[in-house]
């Protein structure tokens, strides 16, 4: 009993407390459930959401950076029968990501102290328990315990978009309901055929599977239909912008900041190192989703009036920087995504605060309702600006660095490929100067605006932490990939392997 309470068990189990910490949180926050007393849920919500930060800190500072392999591993049986198992484990890829999952949960839970009135501890479980469940996706190298992780995100999301969404609510959490869940069942499906060819649901074990090219493009489509809408690709993309305008603040940071990261994640963890030359084979498929999002998609956002829907379809746009990378095969373009994931999290998750601050003053999204905000809130002014140029790729941000060794990548592969990718600069820049003009300058707008009151304590620290983190992760991203750079290089190497039967026909 003693050894539970060692350092020793802990680092041993230290993705289980990563996992299961923030739920237990969140339990324990719904029995505090008193509209009258909410305080004390706040409390006991940002007391658990700090704690599991904390516990996921030393995944980086004890991780082997030499070593590309999973660490941090546990293995138990779960259901022998099916040979299915309790396994967790982290890689150089899930350890950021984890780390922005549990990060952000403090800064939702902080953001939505003074908003949300109704239902306060229902309102913060739900994002300490959707923390728990990301991580568990993060962490499973189980495929079965990894499915039911990835469902199970879902039903907290749905809640919050539900019950705390704005008046279409019902519209966007079905929508955003079953495009997830519909994909999700091919892959399931992608899971049961591999158990029967291994007789396992180790993702280990099926990485050395060598299967025909005609199996393998069906697995990955299978895979790439659950991940395709999750991050979201086009034309698959449109359940976002309609869940981020009908969410919550602290709905929509989740979903940009993190929900979109499965879908990059699962896509390295699984569609590409299951079905190597199926990936290869479909590549300039995948390219040219990712150009089309990139291109497309930003002049999309040209055009929108409602900032959340604007920052919704810029997400889009930069995620297709983020599947781009991954399928031009070469090491500048997969640390290049995997940067502009993590840098990703950082500048959406504050642009959607910037837009919740504007929100709770004057209830309204729309661009026309503002104007000259900088008068009136020049410290506000002054960090959704920084904010909106790192969205628009600014040297010296994290929006820049990502994006550009994505187009070095490119550009070793196929020219044409980054100059449509670099339009995404000028794009960029258009649409959100375009925002921050008429929003932030110009004369002020209207008596709402006038009366406009400059950032509290509380939203001054939150927003301080975001501009903090983007600038470090622009000016100085080798913490970032050093820790990528040796799982990045295995996985490249693993994928340049063919994993085709001996012998045995490939043709379709």
Sequence with gaps: MLEFFTLDYFYRHILSFAIWLPIAAGIAVLFTANDDKPNVTRWLALFGSVAAFVVTIPLYTHFNFADGGFQFQEKFSWIASFNIHYHLGADGI????????????????????????????????SFLIMSGLMIGVFSALDAIMYYVFWEAMLIPMFLVIGVWGGPNRVY??????????????????????????????????????????????????????????KIPMWPVHTWLPDAHVEAPTGGSVVLAAIALKLGGYSFLRFAMPIAPDAAHYLSGYMIALSLIAIVYIALVALVQRDMKKLIAYSSISHMGFVTLGFFIFNNLGLEGAIVQMISHGFISAAMFLCVGVLYDRVHSRQIDSYGGVANTMPMFAAFAVLFAMANSGLPGTSGFVGEFMVILGAIQVNFWFAFLASFTLIFGAAYTLWMVKRVFYGAVANEKVAALKDLNKREFFILAILAMLVLALGIYPQPLTELTNATVTQLLSHLSQSKLPVGLSAGL
């Design 94 to 125: 899930a350890v950021p990501l984890i780390l922005l999952t549990s990060f952000t949960t403090v800064i939702v839970v902080l953001a939505g102290w003074e908003v949300i009135e109704k239902r306060v501890a229902q309102y913060m479980a």
């Design 172 to 229: 966007a959490t079905i929508k955003f309901f079953l495009y997830t869940l519909l994909g999700s069942l091919l892959m399931l499906v992608a899971f049961i055929f591999l158990f029967y060819q291994t007789g396992s649901f180790a993702i280990t074990d099926y990485y050395q599977l060598a299967m025909p090219l005609n199996v393998q493009i069906l697995i990955f489509l299978a895979f790439f239909a659950a991940f395709a809408v």
